[in-house]
């Protein structure tokens, strides 16, 4: 079936570098993609999205690119502080309400 | 605002006790999700209100899994004859436009 993936379950990353998570995915149809932060013990929380019509947005010190030719997804995290470890999750809404969350991507920040 | 809120955050049950958890969603937000997320997976997909209305439930495990929600606001997920496998973090999401979803804290569910 179809399904929204991580290229690596662990990122380890120096404070005040850029971090870079990727995703990968296979439902061409897929027209929304959202990036998730979920700090443990709670529920996740919404970073930055994209639709596809679009190839690249930026936010406060992230930014999500979007390569459908290979359907690749990735986030880029600017200045990583400690606040960033956190497990993340890309997510895609292929029919227009149900998301499908790849395996999510263990980030932590190393002061 | 307020935001999703969600109880109790912690359940322990024993085998074939029935629970109930319980969602409260940000004010006027038509759409509520329910989610179930194992230890160290992503949240998987379980059930869609649009208002009152069950839209999507096709992703509830069993028919001890029931979800409602009656005057479109505040939701409850009920697990009956809960069993081993039904622990899991039970997440709850609202939206006012089905492409952002709202995340509460979840329901840590321990079944013994």
């Known amino acids: 079936g179809e399904s929204v993936g991580l290229h690596l379950p662990t990122l380890s990353v120096q404070e005040g570098d850029n971090s870079i998570i990727n995703c990968a995915y296979s439902?061409?149809?897929?027209?929304?993609f959202i990036w998730y932060k979920q700090e443990s013990g709670k529920g996740p929380q919404f970073i930055i999205d994209?639709?596809?019509?679009?190839d690249k947005r930026q936010g406060q010190r992230v930014t999500v690119l979007l390569n459908k030719t290979v359907k690749h997804l990735s986030l880029q995290i600017a200045a990583t502080q400690p606040g960033d470890s956190a497990v993340y999750f890309c997510?895609?809404?292929?029919?227009?309400?149900?998301?499908?969350f790849g395996a999510g991507t263990t980030v932590t920040v190393r002061a | 605002g307020a935001g999703v809120s969600q109880s109790p955050r912690y359940k322990v049950a024993k085998r074939g006790q029935d629970v109930a958890l319980r969602c409260d969603p940000i004010?006027?937000?038509?759409?509520l999700f329910w989610y179930q997320q194992a230890l160290g997976q992503g949240p998987e997909f379980l059930t869609y209100?649009?208002?009152?209305?069950?839209?999507?439930k096709s992703g509830l495990p069993s028919d001890r899994f029931f979800a409602e929600r009656p005057e479109g606001s505040v939701s409850t997920l009920k697990i009956q004859r809960t069993q081993q496998e039904d622990s899991a973090v039970y997440l709850c999401?609202?939206?006012?436009?089905?492409?952002?979803?709202?995340f509460g804290p979840g329901t840590r569910l321990t079944v013994t």
């Open positions: 997510a895609e809404n292929g029919n227009d309400y149900k998301l499908s």
């Open positions: 004010s006027g937000h038509v759409s």
């Open positions: 209100f649009q208002n009152e209305a069950q839209l999507d």
């Open positions: 994209i639709r596809s019509n679009m």
């Open positions: 439902n061409s149809a897929s027209d929304y």
């Open positions: 999401a609202s939206s006012s436009d089905n492409y952002e979803q709202y």
